[in-house]
């Protein structure tokens, strides 16, 4: 029997898992950390962070084609050794949960700013905590339908970005390449951190239920949180003079901010309340992960009671921190290096050791 069979997921399930994970706070800052560095040109750094998040995602489930039925933490210890292999696992621990830390504290802020300014922070993190944990307790079937449902429910939110396009002004995307090319590559570093997610293929692989479709469903993945940015992105770049944009620290808010109808005011806190929705589908497969990755580390078969820790500690120090715009900007570098670290170097180079060290077992076999 399959080590994870009652817990399969589809392909469909796999492909939403991955792209509703990526698809959260790149929505509402791309377009202006794109426009920093390299103006109204930074759509087409976010067509190299595209093609850099195929090439990586390959990378994983070439990796993965190897070891089918084991997660990335039953494989650490198999190529490393015990010690080493337990290392890594910490580092992934550490990787997904503060991720996962940073994604609740920006959601938090959010709210905090644009609906409920005077409400306490931590009374609002522990709203948004309880759905989080009775999803993540539940296991990856149930967040695997969790993330079909979200994208279904979500899905009329597309198209209210067009109303920008009735003040667009075009010319704002010419020249293209005023600069030349170095401020566009240069703006590849801000396009990458926006796709990570991807890399919970080593996690999600042993799952699928048909393993054949991986390399489909990850490019799937890829390419509709890659559409959906593009689609932000030059919205936002019509709407916004070249050097507005930057003023705004999320200018798609803004953008919804200006829609008016007669039977309803600030029609961009209506956007955000369902926005929490896939906001939460961003923290959920992080704080799993993390779970996750601790139940392998202690030996255990369940995650549910480190999600209770977990949910516990977040929800104990939410009381003496209060989310501000320094912090969350200093949180998110940080999170934006680690993501860059373990979702784009780690896969590449521990795919050329599992590659030597499929090798060398094989050549020893042989013998």
Do not use: C
């Amino acid at each position: 029997m399959k080590k994870y069979a009652l817990n399969e997921i589809t392909t469909s399930q796999f492909i939403f898992f991955i792209y509703k994970t990526q698809v959260g706070m790149g929505i509402l800052t791309m377009p202006r950390i794109t426009a920093e560095e390299a103006g109204t040109d930074g759509w087409l750094s976010v067509i190299f962070g595209y093609f850099l998040a195929i090439f990586i995602s390959l990378v994983i489930i070439k990796v993965m084609e190897k070891y089918p039925e084991d997660t990335l933490f039953d494989l650490l210890p198999k190529v490393f050794g015990k010690w080493i292999g337990k290392l890594f696992i910490i580092g992934w621990i550490g990787y997904t949960g503060y991720f996962a830390i940073v994604l609740l504290l920006m959601t938090v802020f959010i709210i905090q700013v644009w609906i409920f300014p005077q409400t306490p922070s931590f009374l609002v993190m522990w709203l948004f905590l309880i759905p989080i944990y009775m999803i993540t307790r539940s296991g990856i079937r149930v967040i695997g339908r969790y993330a079909e449902f979200v994208y279904f429910i979500t899905l009329w939110m597309v198209p209210l970005l067009l109303f920008g396009l009735k003040d667009a002004h075009w010319l704002n995307l010419l020249p293209i390449l005023k600069e030349g090319w170095k401020p566009v590559l240069v703006a590849v570093q801000k396009t990458v951190v926006p796709f990570i997610g991807f890399e919970l293929a080593f996690i999600l692989y042993p799952f699928l239920k048909n393993k054949k479709s991986a390399f489909k469903g990850i490019i799937i993945a890829n390419t509709l949180t890659f559409l959906l940015y593009m689609y932000v992105i030059i919205i936002t770049y019509v709407y916004f003079s070249p050097d507005e944009i930057k003023e705004y620290t999320w200018p798609t808010l803004n953008i919804l901010k200006s829609i008016e109808l007669p039977f309803l005011e600030r029609f961009e806190i209506i956007f955000l309340s369902f926005y929490m929705i896939i906001l939460s589908m961003t923290i959920i497969p992080f704080l799993f992960t993390a779970a996750f990755g601790t139940s392998k580390l202690f030996g255990q078969k369940s995650h549910k009671i480190h999600v209770r820790i977990y949910i516990g500690v977040i929800a104990f120090f939410s009381i003496f921190y209060t989310p501000i715009g320094q912090n969350m900007e200093s949180l998110g570098k940080w999170a934006d290096y680690l993501g860059i670290g373990f979702g784009y170097a780690f896969p590449i180079l521990f795919g050329l050791y599992v590659f030597i060290y499929t090798k060398l077992k094989n050549r020893r076999l042989s013998a």
